[in-house]
T-cell receptor
């Protein structure tokens, strides 16, 4: 039973480029969550998605950030025109509809140079 | 506003000594509280949740609604307990977790 898979594990982007982070949930899980961890801080909620729907995006920055969870394929967190302040660890989690537990991926560490 | 506070960023104790990692929360209602642990080079994993009232790896945590606390305790620390510990809250009817800043626990031999 593979856990939540995130790729890439490490991503380096120059300022102004786009970053695409992928998350494949646990098989059978239809709920996906994205969290961001800035240096020296805890995880902060960004967005909650179900297949083809964004349920709660209250933690997403208003500009440059978007997320999707298509019917087929992984969930994608997309950051356009990255800036140095976007450097962080981005974690994805998934859960079944009953939400007994959220399972986390190993994270993608984004570095903007 | 929902908030989780872990006042200690770093905590160091000797092997065999008792451990207490503090967690206080702010929430107007009945939240669900969790402790997550992240061992070196591993993913975040659930350690325990208050509704199950179980003991995992010797750790326990009691929800104190009067003090709005959910401290994590273990009577005798072991070296393999060294890790990053996060307290988290889930509000009623919500799906997202609100995390504290984490406490890095180091168990000295």
């Amino acid at each position: 039973n593979a856990g939540v898979m995130q790729n890439p594990r490490h991503l380096v982007r120059r300022r102004g480029q786009e970053a695409r982070l992928r998350c494949s949930p646990v098989k059978g899980h239809s709920h996906v969550y994205w969290y961001r961890q800035l240096p020296e801080e805890g995880l902060k909620f960004m967005v909650y998605l179900q297949k083809e729907n964004i349920i709660d995006e209250s933690g997403m920055p208003k500009e440059r950030f978007s997320a999707e969870f298509p019917k087929e394929g992984p969930s994608i967190l997309r950051i356009q025109q990255v800036v140095r302040g976007d450097s962080a660890a981005y974690f994805c989690a998934s859960s079944p509809p009953s939400y007994t537990e959220a399972f986390f991926g190993q994270g993608t560490r984004l570095t903007v140079v | 506003a929902q908030r989780v506070t872990q006042p200690e960023k770093l905590l160091s104790v000797f092997k065999g000594a008792p451990v207490e990692l503090k967690c206080n929360y702010s929430y107007s209602g009945s939240p669900e509280l969790f402790w997550y642990v992240q061992y070196s080079r591993q993913r975040l994993q659930l350690l325990l949740r208050h509704i199950s009232r179980e003991s995992i790896k010797g750790f326990t945590a009691d929800l104190n609604k009067g003090e709005t606390s959910f401290h994590l305790k273990k009577p005798f620390a072991q070296e393999e307990d060294s890790a990053m510990y996060y307290c988290a809250l889930r509000g009623q009817g919500a799906q997202k977790l609100v995390f504290g800043q984490g406490t890095r626990l180091t168990i000295n031999p």
